[in-house]
């Protein structure tokens, strides 16, 4: 089966600082990718390439076997990549329904007279956070709910969209251990649906209990990409660390 993702000699300069070096990730259908590395090993950088934020300054990207260059986020999520920030950019004031539809609200009317359809957009809420499996409820306010309740609006807002591919950034950061579980269960939730979702995460634990494979990335070169069953938490912590020169 041809790949969902590839990217090959992924290279990006920032004037000299050098951020990425000739780096290559494939992704197939559906899999759960955890990508891991130290502060500035070039992550994020990665992450804004993928999702259209940042061009590559050298290298190649293929969708679905199709040659792909994104000149913007819109381009990305239009080709079916979506993104999940640690921030989660949520607005606190608005219900969890039209946190969902924010920028895609449905409306109806008469002629050029247009109103909110607050019902349809609720009904739609419900049923993607009962595919979720999640506890919760459109019409509560996002400021009243817990972290998990929050990410499960952030990640309901993704599979709006039926994306091809999730980039998750940090999503159990900062939340209780009940929650963790809860995020952890959306996430394989989404994989299940088909979905391929790559979790960028410091977590060792979240990264070895969900993610098929795990990427590490070091001053920006990829240093190891091997099956969870393949490694341990003490070889991906060396490799992080630079005690193992790769794998």
Known sequence: MTP?????????????IEALAGVDITLGHGEIVGL?????AGKSTLVKIVAGNFAPSAGDMRLGGRPVRFGSPLDAREAGVEVVYQDLALCDNLSASLNIFLGRELTRGIGPLRFLDRRAMAARARELFAELKTNTVPGDLVKSMSGGQRQAVAIART???????VLMDE??????????????????TL??????????????????????????????????????????PEEVTGLITGAIEAA
């Open 36 to 40: 891991m590395g130290d502060n500035g």
């Open 171 to 188: 999503p159990t950061a900062a939340i209780s251990v009940r929650q963790v579980a809860e995020v952890l269960e959306l996430i394989r």
């Open 4 to 16: 969902l993702l590839e990217l090959s000699g992924i290279t990006k300069h920032f004037g000299a």
């Open 191 to 232: 994989s299940r649906a088909g979905h391929t979702v790559v979790l960028i995460s410091h977590r060792m634990p979240d990264v070895f209990s969900i993610c098929d494979r795990v990427i590490v990335l070091r001053r920006g070169t990829k240093v190891a990409d091997k099956p969870v069953s393949a490694t341990s």
């Open 159 to 165: 599979r709006l969209a039926e994306p091809k591919i």
